[in-house]
């Protein structure tokens, strides 16, 4: 044939409708890896010019986590980070377990448990979070 | 099939004698059978009734320049029980457009041609009932692999893929004639890998394989597991074979989407075999000493 069709890759993207389980908790998988790795370096940035070492004075610190727990918009991501957090540890254990060939037959469950799982744990958290933001 | 066929023609016949159009007319001088007069190609046709189901079918033809843009055709089938995707393909086929193209054989879902992307899924045609589907059914070529002509792809890229891991039975040290006996247990251990039917519908499932052209695949993983976990094979010849599969673009792009086992249609647990050869592969390179 001298030529041919090539769909290309947004076929993919346009598809999310029809993913599966397996494909939902890779890609869940993934973006929440990306938001710790985010979140990781943000942590070491603001802590590290906050830390008196320059300045000698603890107070610097101190006033710099008070003012940013102050901020309702902090105290919200703070919660969105704990899901994110507690879904990839969950996640993580559930591909432990899949790299061991152990309960590959449920693995669709073990994913959807996962995500009650963090749903549960994020909502119990929240009056922790929450509390006095508002 | 044939029966199938006579029954059509059986209750065709009388509606040789109803009055129709033109165009109608002409189709059914074509035609071995009658053209029921609502069984038309155009979206303004009788729509949906209990009796018929509508297909949505990818065209394409690189060939015939008014066919070069891809485009949806629409077509009719009068439903039956038991009636398959590919049984209603090729009614579509013989019936309304004779230049459908479409690869099929032994219509059991053991040649593994007519995997086809159908209501977003890769199945086999001919084992998908039309009555388990969502209609309008939707039918595409398998993705990720690039489209020649209507409903066929370019199987070139999964053959190579395939030949890639050796599927064939290497033995160094067995003389002529001799019979190489295999234990019940270790039949059974690779007994779901030997149900492959190269039908393409893993390595087209495959997020990975689409986005890296040299990942072996899930298909092609699976055959190496047969061979590997062939206990009459020999300790360097199942060395070998781990060596292909350990590569960068060997069984470790896999990321367990399980997309392949879910589309599989012969029920191989593709992600279990992968993971297996992953272990298999780390026991060859750990050492303690």
């Known amino acids: 044939m001298s030529q041919s069709y090539d769909r290309g890759l947004v076929e993919d993207f346009g598809r999310w409708q029809e993913f599966s389980a397996g494909m939902w908790a890779w890609v869940l998988h993934k973006f929440t890896g990306w938001v710790l790795i985010g979140y990781l370096f943000t942590h070491i940035a603001v802590l590290s010019t906050a830390i008196p070492a320059a300045t000698g004075d603890p107070a610097v610190y101190t006033g710099t986590l008070q003012s940013l727990e102050e901020l309702t918009v902090v105290r919200i991501l703070e919660v969105g980070l704990l899901s994110v957090a507690v879904f990839h540890i969950l996640n993580g254990v559930r591909l432990l377990f899949v790299d061991l060939g152990v309960g590959l037959g449920s693995q669709d469950r073990s994913f959807y448990a996962s995500l009650v799982l963090t749903g549960a744990i994020v909502v119990a958290s929240v009056p922790t979070f929450i509390s006095g933001a508002f | 099939m044939s029966t199938q066929i006579a029954e059509e023609q059986q209750t065709d016949e009388p509606g040789t004698g109803q009055p129709a ?163 019940r247990e270790n039949r059974e251990k690779i007994k779901m890998s030997t149900r492959c039917i190269w039908c393409g519908a893993c390595q087209s499932s495959c997020n990975i394989a689409a986005g890296d052209n040299e990942y072996l695949g899930p298909a092609a993983i699976n055959m190496a597991y047969r061979f590997v976990m062939d206990d009459r094979e020999e300790e360097t010849i199942k060395q070998d074979r781990l060596e292909i599969i350990e590569q960068e673009h060997g069984v470790w792009r896999c990321q367990t989407q399980f997309s392949c086992t879910e589309v599989c249609p012969k029920d191989i647990p593709l992600t279990e075999h992968i993971q297996e050869l992953k272990r298999e592969a780390v026991k060859k390179n750990l050492k303690f000493w």
């Not at chain 2, 008014?66 to 086929?93: C, N, S, W």
């Not at chain 2, 230049?99 to 054989?105: I, Y």
């Not at chain 2, 199945?123 to 070529?141: F, H």
Request: proline share 6%.
């Open chain 2, 21 to 183: 159009d033109a165009e109608a007319e002409a189709e059914r001088e074509e035609n071995e059978y009658a053209v029921p007069e609502w069984a038309t190609e155009s979206e303004d046709g009788p729509g949906e009734n209990e009796d018929t189901v509508r297909l949505e079918v990818f065209r394409y033809d690189p060939e015939v320049e008014a066919k070069q843009e891809p485009r949806f055709d629409t077509f009719h089938i009068p439903l039956e029980q038991g009636m398959t995707v590919l049984d209603a393909l090729i009614y579509a086929r013989d019936q309304y457009d004779t230049s459908l193209t479409f690869r099929h054989s032994c219509r059991q879902a053991i040649c593994g041609s007519d995997a086809l992307f159908i209501n977003g899924s890769q199945r086999l045609g001919c084992q998908t009932q039309v009555q388990d589907l969502e209609t309008p059914v939707r039918i595409e070529p398998l993705p990720h692999q690039e489209v020649e002509k209507d409903l066929v792809v370019d199987m070139s890229h999964f053959y190579e893929q395939m030949d890639a891991v050796d599927p064939y039975f290497r033995s160094e040290d067995v003389e002529e004639g001799e019979e190489q006996r295999q234990t």
